[in-house]
T-cell receptor
């Protein structure tokens, strides 16, 4: 089977740094993606990690440890507009290499 | 910036009726997908489509569902004999071949309400 776990909610203040963790269990792991979704909007691609390590894209960074079946999304210099749901998604061989999404983490950024 | 277009944005249908959700993927993309999201829940994979045929489908995608690429631009999801539990946001997505580092581009979704 397959499972992904994320915290359901995270709250932080403007300017802070927040880390959203994702753990997964699957026999067919290829890579891990992160998507952002604002209320009523479509998921928007943020990052993809196929190899261990940290990928940085502006204020957002994503980390993967394949040996620990773990990844995280790091958001720096938080802004109010970062308030959204964040989904990790595993590219899974058992699903034809399609992405399977986690339950999502709702991030609330407070002033 | 290229985008995936979905129509209609909102569809209300009576239980037992058939609906067709329409999508226009990005023109140079080769892989197409349908996902759905029940309100407040996670995004669930339904089906992927490549080279004019289904490449993978989930257990959700049973005989009630079908997909079609009727011409060079449209990609449709048909739901036959709709049920109340089919009420959800349906997202179409597309991607370039094997460009996983670019992710999927999702459309804005069609909110299906079955009454």
């Amino acid at each position: 089977g397959q499972s992904l776990e994320q915290p359901s909610e995270v709250t932080a203040v403007e300017g802070a740094i927040v880390q959203i963790n994702c753990t997964y269990q699957t026999s067919g792991f290829y890579g891990l993606s992160w998507y952002q979704q604002h209320d009523g909007g479509a998921p928007t691609f943020l990052s993809y990690n196929a190899l261990d390590g940290l990928e940085e894209t502006g204020r957002f960074s994503s980390f993967l440890s394949r040996s620990d079946s773990y990844g995280y999304l790091l958001l720096q210099e938080l802004q109010m507009k970062d308030s959204a749901s964040y989904f990790c998604a595993v590219r899974d061989h058992n699903y034809g290499q399609n992405f399977v999404f986690g339950p999502g983490t709702r991030l609330s950024v407070l002033p | 910036e290229p985008e995936v277009t979905q129509t209609p944005s909102h569809q209300v249908t009576q239980m037992g009726q058939e609906v067709i959700l329409r999508c226009v993927p990005i023109s140079n993309h080769l892989y197409f997908y349908w996902y759905r999201q029940i309100l407040g829940q996670k995004v669930e994979f339904l089906v992927s489509f490549y080279n004019n045929e289904i490449s993978e489908k989930s257990e959700i995608f049973d005989d009630q569902f079908s997909v079609e690429r009727p011409d060079g631009s449209n990609f449709t999801l048909k739901i036959r004999s709709t049920k109340l539990e089919d009420s959800a946001m349906y997202f179409c997505a597309s991607s370039e071949e094997e460009r996983y580092n670019y992710g999927y581009t999702f459309g804005s979704g069609t909110r299906l309400t079955v009454v």
